[in-house]
């Protein structure tokens, strides 16, 4: 394995720039953006059959209190109204939705945990829907829906993770306990490692709650039809393919009667929208009820305070044993996840970060503890990263206190402790494996890029020294931070397995969930592909034309590619977890396979030769050793003179594997519980920062970042994913929380109080790459989706560590958002600290 | 809507209004308390105009009205009665009756992947316009500012600088 140079990549090339005339790793423009760009792509937002009607949710303004009484009359008077629907209209004739954690064990055996569409008897979040009404447009459901009386009897909340361990308010009173699942694992030898090291360094870092808020909110248009007793369900889902349960279930539906369909363009989701069920049943619910059309577009509002779509929210208490010498020989991780009033799909989020467990450093002894609390507030859904973020930024915070407590340069604190290349793969202690890759060229690189700052830059001493007498003092500390890529299988399921029984399980047993491809070649030879996910901007439309153009010898503009809904594509995974560059190239590779067999087949057949005597190149079928030659046009027109069921170039499909179960190092993790993400992209950060003591502020003057993600298949699209997992880590670390009251009342439900980073927010973003290929995907790729937002969070909060250093601020970071008043704290406390010195 | 004190209800009161969009007069029968933004996508049809948070943050919905750009979903359609209005449909639709192609500030924002899931886009691109109407060789500082009331959630603004640089030198030309 060779690590290549670093490679410039601003140049956008429509031209392919080899001689072999290769599209992939070029910075092809995009098909998707016309459409866009002149107004006319169709988003979930603008599907308006004929006849479709508008629904609206009654939804709770309070956090917990039970319903005494739902009084409909008023509304249903209404002369606009054309339904209400409430917990009961719900319970009589569908099921609740799946739930993450289905069963408790409690003191007196199991309890059960249910959500239901509608809220019943009591209500556990501000937010929570009680109501449907259905009315001729949505302002009228708007007048409908506030003449739905709902009675209430207030109680208790309980809005913090800490608190709810207390069990004082009991958000189900059934479960009998708040904390529904929990679990510590062990690797290696850790009271020894922890017992022998010099030294042990422990912190405690809070990561607030915050989430992607995509720009475009949830929407669904579902249409029932009396006659198939089936449903039409288009909305903006994530992973239509694997998701579609959650919706299918509750309703008591067939896979096959309830169609997923999501538009070819979705306003951005980052993971969040796997969790817009609860709409998608409703909205049927409703449409079957009045056999119409219903829409429902959430607004913002509701999005914000009970969608369904905050993410993660930890408190982490962090112990690492280390030694005079700089080794770090254990770790141990504790955090609770507060995850709101359901515990939904995302539960893997808590366990993800195994798959990174120790970062980019070489600790065998590690410790890893959860509990998953539930509190009064909106439920969890899935946000790029998945839980890793703040497990990063816990970890980095920990080695940068341990820098400071023993006496060692944290970069060089970092250095002695990196994974070197020598050791690659390399299996961590939680079985996991890291691919390829040279992290300790990476942080070197990172570092001559800050020294050149220090020479005459924004870090020249004279500048820093300047600055601070205004108050303002800069920093930066980078470090090399792993993004897993390309989850697989069913660990979703393992995790809910019980220990003995997944000891029992063999390999075989692993459903490994492939990337299926399809395509059909037209009569006019261009091609027809089909995607089994759905996307959200990724590009993927132009990933699939530029790949299959280079493997079939044609132009990406001979291809074209639309979308499976549910029902026609097979279950699995789809667009998350950093899968799609290294799943769809490689399903692609073999999908141009199958097609250039399949023509050779026709020509064969044709020609009435043996396939041997035939071969598929450049958009052609040549008969070897003669001069005739059938263009993909022409195998089409001959293939469509078959009977249907024996045509050879329709429908064409191919399913690439999970990458990591052609490796037999993996089996371990797959048996058990551990997640395994067969890439480990990497990079280095230095966002150089400014905190003005007076203000709390943080000003970050430049973002540099070195980075690599295996072989890049578009360049242009893969920095676009840089920039923005980069710019949300910015509003991660600086700027987004929903914060909450004692009472449960959330703070932040618009966006000017849930702050998304402006063009003013994000730094200048300089970057580099270099491409070290994966030695276990198709093309060499790496996941690379959430890169950005795994690792910038982490490296902004130790670069801020670093600028207050000087004035002795106790790890100003220790809590993300760093917000300005925090800062403030932080200085005021190392002031009066070293006025007490003095 | 307004229930009087037997609880009959008023018929929904609607005005009719005027409104020149992307060059073309419509004549409406509108409820006072339809937003702009309502107005301009379901009874004009023009998609293109989005809509992200109804409160005036995020400038999904921005659209030219006389001559400057306002976000849509904050004023009512009867507020824009007389008024001329143009929306990211009409900007494509002037470049396509001449020579076929994208505008030039779209061309720009395609070259340079200044787009991703495209839900800001509409608002970007219209935002841009005003911006180089007014300063055709804006510096960094002056396309943050032009832009700063417009959210894009995807791509972290690096392109978008780059696309609205590239737009702006090729309208001087
Ligand atoms: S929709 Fe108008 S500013 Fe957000
Ligand atoms: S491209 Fe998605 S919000 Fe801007």
């Known amino acids: 394995m060779s690590s290549s140079q670093p490679s410039e990549t601003d140049d956008v090339d429509v031209e392919p720039e080899t001689e072999t005339e290769s599209f992939t790793g070029t910075g092809l423009p995009r098909v998707e953006d016309r459409r866009i760009l002149t107004g006319k792509a169709e988003y979930i937002h603008d599907v308006t059959p004929e006849n479709c009607l508008h629904m609206a949710l009654v939804r709770s303004m309070h956090a917990h209190a039970d319903v005494v009484s739902i009084d409909t009359s008023a509304a249903e008077d209404h002369p606009d109204c054309e339904l209400v629907l409430t917990a009961a209209d719900v319970k009589a004739e569908y099921g609740p939705m799946p739930v993450g954690i289905p069963e408790v064990e409690t003191d007196d055996g199991v309890a059960t945990l249910e959500e ?41 909340a309980v809005a913090d993770g800490m608190e709810a361990r207390e069990d004082e308010v009991l958000v189900h009173d059934d479960v009998g306990t708040n904390v529904v699942d929990g679990e510590r694992l062990e690797f290696g030898d850790l009271d020894d490692a922890f017992e022998e090291a010099d030294h042990v360094v422990s912190g405690e870092y809070s990561w607030g709650r915050i989430s992607g808020v995509p720009l475009e909110t949830a929407g669904v248009v579902a249409q029932y039809d009396d006659e198939t007793d089936s449903f039409d369900i288009d909305c903006n889902i994530q992973l239509h393919t694997l998701v579609d349960e959650m919706i299918h279930e509750p309703l008591g539906y067939d896979a096959d009667d309830v169609r997923v369909n999501v538009p070819a363009d979705v306003g951005g989701s980052y993971g969040t929208k796997i969790g817009i069920h609860r709409y998608c049943c409703l909205a049927a619910m409703a449409s079957k009820e009045l056999e119409r059309p219903v829409k429902f577009n959430e607004d913002r509002l509701e999005n914000l305070q009970g969608g369904d779509m905050h993410s993660s929210d930890r408190e982490y208490e962090m112990r690492l044993a280390v030694d005079d010498d700089g080794t770090m020989r254990g770790l141990d991780v504790w955090f609770v996840d507060d995850f709101g009033a359901f515990p939904r799909y995302p539960v893997n989020q808590v366990l993800k970060p195994l798959s990174v467990l120790t970062n980019s450093y070489e600790i065998d002894h590690v410790g890893y503890e959860y509990e998953l609390v539930l509190t009064n507030k909106t439920s969890q859904t899935a946000y790029r990263g998945f839980g890793v973020d703040p497990h990063i930024y816990a970890l980095e915070m920990i080695v940068d ?67 601070r007498e205004e108050g303002k003092y800069r920093g ?78 044609v132009l990406p503009s001979d291809i074209e590619v639309d979308y499976l809904d549910s029902v026609d594509a097979p279950t699995e995974y789809g667009s998350a977890a950093s899968r799609m560059a290294v799943m769809l190239s490689g399903a692609t590779v073999g999908l141009a396979e199958r097609v250039g067999e399949a023509a050779e087949r026709v020509a064969a057949d044709h020609w009435d030769v043996s396939t041997d005597d035939v071969a598929y190149q450049d958009g052609a079928v040549d008969r070897i050793g003669g001069d005739e030659s059938l263009s993909l046009a022409e195998l089409a027109a001959v293939d469509a003179e078959r009977d249907v069921e024996d045509r050879e170039l329709t429908g064409v499909s191919y399913n690439y594997d999970h990458p990591a179960t052609e490796h037999e190092e993996f089996d371990e993790a797959f048996t058990r519980k551990f997640p395994v993400y067969p890439t480990a992209a990497f990079g280095a950060n230095a966002p150089i920062v400014e905190v003005d003591s007076r203000t709390g502020e943080v000003d970050i003057l430049k973002f540099y970042t070195v980075r690599d993600c295996g ?88 670069s801020i560590n670093a600028a207050l250093e000087p004035i002795g601020a106790d790890e100003p970071a220790d809590r993300i958002p760093v917000a300005p008043d925090h800062l403030l704290e932080k200085v005021r406390e190392a002031e009066d600290e070293s006025e007490d010195d003095a | 809507m307004s229930t009087d004190a037997t609880g009959d209800y008023d018929e929904r009161v609607t005005e009719e209004i005027t409104v020149t969009v992307n060059g073309e007069e419509v004549t409406a ?25 109804e409160h005036g943050v995020c400038g999904a919905c921005t659209v030219e009205q006389d001559g400057r750009t306002v976000k849509s979903c904050l004023s009512y359609a009867v507020q824009a009665d007389g008024a001329e209005i143009e929306t990211v449909e009409g900007l494509t639709d002037e470049a396509e009756s001449e020579d076929g192609s994208l505008h030039p500030i779209q061309e720009a924002f395609h070259e340079t992947h200044a787009l991703q899931c495209g839900f800001c886009t509409s608002g970007f691109v219209m935002a841009t316009k005003e911006l180089l109407e007014e300063n055709p060789d804006p510096t960094r500082e002056e396309i943050e500012e032009g832009l700063a009331d417009n959210i894009c959630r995807c791509t972290g603004y690096q392109n978008i600088y780059e696309a609205v640089e590239r737009a702006a030198e090729e309208m001087r030309e």
């Open chain 1, 116 to 156: 239901w569409s509608l809220a019943d008897e009591k209500v556990r979040f501000v937010g929570e829907p009680v109501a449907v009404v259905v009315a001729s447009d949505r302002y009228a459901a708007e007048d409908v829906a506030d003449l739905v009386d709902v009675e209430y009897d207030p109680r208790d």
């Open chain 1, 476 to 553: 930066v500390q980078p470090s090399v931070i792993i993004e897993p890529g390309v989850s697989g299988s069913d660990w979703t399921d393992r995790q809910r397995t019980e220990n003995d029984e997944l000891e029992e399980r063999s390999r075989d047993e692993v459903d490994e969930l492939p990337e299926h491809l399809r395509a059909t070649v037209r009569e006019d030879g261009t091609v027809q592909a089909y995607l089994a996910t759905d996307s959200s901007g990724q590009g993927h439309q132009t990933l699939v034309s530029q790949l299959l153009a280079d493997e079939l010898g």
């Open chain 1, 711 to 798: 072989t890049m298949l578009n360049p242009m699209i893969v920095e676009g994913q840089a920039h923005g997992g980069i710019a949300q880590g910015v509003g991660a670390a600086l700027l987004e929380e929903f914060g909450y009251e004692d009472d449960g009342q959330p703070q932040a439900i618009t966006l000017f109080d849930y702050l998304l980073p402006s063009i003013e927010n994000v730094p200048e973003i300089e970057m580099e790459h270099t491409e070290t290929p994966s030695p276990y995907t198709e093309t060499g790729a790496k996941g690379v989706g959430e890169g950005g937002m795994i690792d910038a969070p982490a490296s902004i909060a130790t």
């Open chain 1, 401 to 467: 206190e341990a820098a400071r407590e023993i006496g060692i340069d944290p970069t060089e604190f970092r250095r002695r402790n990196l994974i070197t290349p020598d050791q690659l793969p390399y299996t961590l202690p939680s079985k996991n494996i890291y691919d390829s890759g040279d992290y300790p060229a990476t942080l070197d690189r990172i570092e001559e890029i800050i020294a050149d700052e220090r020479d005459g830059g924004l870090l020249d001493p004279e500048v820093v020294a300047e600055r």
């Open chain 2, 29 to 53: 029968e509108v409820e006072p308390r339809l937003k702009l933004s309502d107005f301009l996508r379901n009874e004009c049809g023009l998609n293109g105009v989005r809509v992200g948070c």
